[in-house]
């Protein structure tokens, strides 16, 4: 991955400094450039590329504007799960004039847009960081990046800086190694030596001699030492500059610390004034005891002369209380301010790293405990809580499994509570909202599968044995005795006989065809949306178990 700032983008630098006007960097551009190599150093006279290749602008809020250090600015774009979808490899900064000002080249990327239920969509954030001289006061930028970033600037240099002071604790103001960052002449002009020195406990280190170039003017020659954010880091940066320099804070908000190393008379005269030690090593073999004498270290006998015998007081006193220098405190004195110490905390909650109390100390459960033993706890908090027997008990706060909270003591956070009092768990009252997209008026589309060429069978069940009536006719038949005569007499008739059969029914064959099914639009509506509950048995923050313990 590569980024620069392009050619165009140096050169409106350089015109806004003369035209004394503010560079405004406006607009984030994504683009999806084919065949593209993200390790491949960025092409910093090219320009953006065409049309159909960007896939995305993002126009950058005021407040997306931050300063790292007076030389660096970051700026930021933060897409949500409502934009997309697109891929991109390619990542521009567009100035307010329309140029192009700096460029990254990137693995491809994916941004993809949430459409529940069938996709789930991403937020991406993209810092691009320029740095050039001036940068903060050119761009107009007065915002600390830190205010909207989500780092761990403040805690960091939290940590920088309680190290510098452990630093300046051993190494004081300044304390430069043996010769190292002096002030030296050399065959071509000067130089300062390598070494490594602590001024105001930032640990300054030069790996190799250091040339002094350009006019050296008289005067005092100054190393200027702070701790530079650098992105994510916090680094220390110095620089020699000329002229008595105090310490001051620069338009970052960084201390900067000054001290002088050198007085300088041209044409070649000049005198050390740094504070160099003569260490030459790790401090541990420096300060280290080790068999003979030491050159520069005197150490002298236990005489009483050196130990200052004649001046021990004469005098013993069992007073605790007393402040006279003239006199020793005795082991009763020691003793009667032990216990003064101890009543004075009887009843101080606090909180133990351990299982079992110190000595001293009493497990806050609630338990129930001699007035009598622990006169001295009973006579701070009495029966707050609990009576015990009513005589010769009382209870111990019980504070397994809660937090504490100060007594509201009339400030109107928590009224009305007492000392002690118990108070069960409670959320504050709020709503959750939920909405669903009205989806318009519409309709439903459905359908039947085609059958194919069929045809509908249908039939008639059979009805047995029986016999067809005729109406009377006379002489109908193929002669005497013959089949299927008829014969007459006295008005009653005769057929033949049908037998058991069924009479068939056939249907033609419907052919190939589908049945359509309608169904009616649904109308403007919504579809309502369920918020299921979440979380567990308790509310609470994180926290630590810890064992509450009281004084007695």
Not at 24 to 46: G, H, Q, W
Not at 84 to 110: H, I, K, M, R, T
Not at 316 to 328: A, F, G, Q, V, Y
Not at 497 to 514: K, L, R, T, V, Y
Request: proline residues 5%; charged residues 20%; contains cysteine.
């Amino acid at each position: 991955m590569s980024a620069s700032i392009t050619l165009a983008g140096e050169g409106q630098i350089a015109l806004k400094h003369s035209q004394k006007k503010p560079l405004i960097i406006s607009k984030f551009i994504f683009a999806n450039v084919p065949l593209l190599d993200p390790e491949v150093p960025v092409d910093r006279a090219a320009g953006k590329p065409p049309a159909g290749q960007i896939v995305h602008v993002y126009d950058i809020p005021k407040e997306n504007a931050g300063f790292v250090n007076p030389n660096q600015i970051v700026y930021s774009a933060q897409l949500g799960s409502d934009i997309g979808d697109w891929d991109f490899n390619w990542v521009g900064l567009e100035d307010a004039d329309g140029l192009l000002f700096a460029v990254s080249y990137v693995p491809l990327q994916q941004k993809r847009k949430n459409i529940p239920p069938q996709q789930i969509g991403n937020n991406v954030t993209r810092n691009f960081l320029v740095a050039f001289d001036g940068a903060m006061q050119l761009t107009g930028v007065t915002v600390d990046a830190s205010t909207w970033q989500h780092d761990f600037t403040v805690r960091l240099a939290g940590i920088d800086e309680r190290e510098r002071l452990s630093n300046r604790d051993v190494y004081g103001r300044a304390c430069f190694f043996g010769d190292s960052l002096a002030f030296a002449k050399t065959a071509d002009g000067f130089q300062l030596n390598p070494g490594t020195a602590y001024i105001e406990g930032v640990r300054v280190f030069l790996a190799k001699p250091l040339p002094i170039n350009g006019v050296i003017p008289e005067g005092k020659i100054t190393l200027d030492v702070c701790l530079e954010r650098q992105l994510n880091d916090r680094v220390a940066t110095w620089k020699v500059v000329y002229g008595e320099q105090a310490d001051y804070t620069d338009a970052a908000g960084v201390r900067h610390y000054c001290v002088r190393i050198a007085h300088y008379t041209p044409p070649t005269a000049f005198w050390d004034e740094r504070l160099p030690e003569p260490i030459g090593g790790p401090l541990v073999q420096h300060f280290a005891a080790r068999d003979g004498d030491y050159a520069t270290l005197r150490a002298r006998g236990t005489t009483k002369v050196d130990v200052e015998l004649g001046n021990l007081p004469n005098a013993k006193s069992d007073d605790p209380d007393t402040n006279s220098s003239e006199i020793l405190a005795t082991t009763a004195a020691l003793n009667r301010l032990k216990t003064q110490v101890g009543d004075s905390m009887a009843g101080m909650v606090a909180a133990f790293a351990m299982d079992v109390p110190p000595p001293g100390w009493l497990r806050c459960n609630g338990a129930v405990v001699s007035r009598k033993t622990y006169a001295a706890l009973f006579a701070r908090i009495g029966v707050v809580f609990g009576v015990g027997d009513d005589s010769t008990t009382f209870g111990l706060p019980d504070l397994r499994g809660l937090f504490l909270r100060g007594k509201d003591d009339g400030r109107g956070l928590d009224p009305s509570r007492v000392l002690g009092s118990f108070q069960d768990m409670m959320i504050h009252s709020h709503g959750h909202t939920a909405s669903a997209a009205a989806v318009g008026d519409h309709g439903h589309s459905a359908w039947t599968d085609a059958q194919g060429n069929h045809a509908h069978r249908a039939w008639t069940d059979a009805q047995g044995a029986h016999n067809h009536s005729a109406p009377s006719s006379p002489g109908i038949g193929q002669g005497a005795g013959g089949i299927n005569s008829v014969q007459q007499a006295a008005g009653a008739h005769e057929t033949s006989w049908a037998g058991q059969h069924a009479h068939n029914i056939g249907m033609d064959a419907a052919g190939n065809h589908a049945h359509n099914v309608g169904i009616g639009a649904g109308g403007a509506h919504t579809h309502g949306v369920t918020v299921a509950a979440a979380g567990g048995t308790e509310t609470r923050p994180k926290n630590m178990a810890l064992l509450f313990c009281i004084k007695y």
